[in-house]
């Protein structure tokens, strides 16, 4: 079973470079790949899937940062090798919007900060897929960073 999505088709033509460089070192190609797509769409598909497989594994590997923003509240987790660290600052007060007000902004506000720690229940790089599919971003941890030093 597959632990992440298949690209879109846009995706896929993005990354066309890598593609044709996966379908070579699986020793298909070009020919082989038309021919695969046209009289066994099912096997083509196999190979998109795990090519799709292997980009997401490389890319949640090379990244430990995830922010996830919301209006009210601001959660950042640091992907460690068997649990994820997370702080996060939540607010009730109306007049604050995390999607729209700059750090300047905030400096006077009441906020409350707290931090967690969770040990995987999937893979790493599927607990990260998941959080990215709920409406998280990659990152390059300095949000984290800021946050653990206003603890």
């Known amino acids: 079973m597959a632990k992440f999505r298949r690209l879109s088709l846009k995706e896929l033509n993005e990354l066309e470079k890598e593609f044709i460089e996966f379908l070579v070192i699986n020793g298909i190609d070009a020919d082989t790949w038309v021919n695969l797509k046209n009289e066994s769409p099912e096997k083509s598909e196999a190979i998109i899937d795990q090519f799709s497989e292997v980009v997401f594994s490389s890319i949640f590997r090379k990244n430990e940062f995830i922010d996830f923003i919301s209006e009210k509240s601001i959660q950042c987790f640091h992907f460690q090798n068997d649990q994820a660290v997370l702080v996060g600052v939540k607010t009730e007060n109306s007049e604050v919007n995390f999607l729209e ?12 900060v707290y931090t967690m720690n ?3 229940q999937k893979s790493r790089e599927e607990e990260m897929f998941d959080l990215i599919n709920s409406g998280a971003r990659l990152s390059d941890g300095q949000l984290f960073k800021k946050l653990c030093l206003a603890l």
């Open 101 to 112: 007000s700059s750090m300047e902004d905030l400096k006077n506000q009441e906020f409350e």
């Open 118 to 120: 969770k040990n995987f």
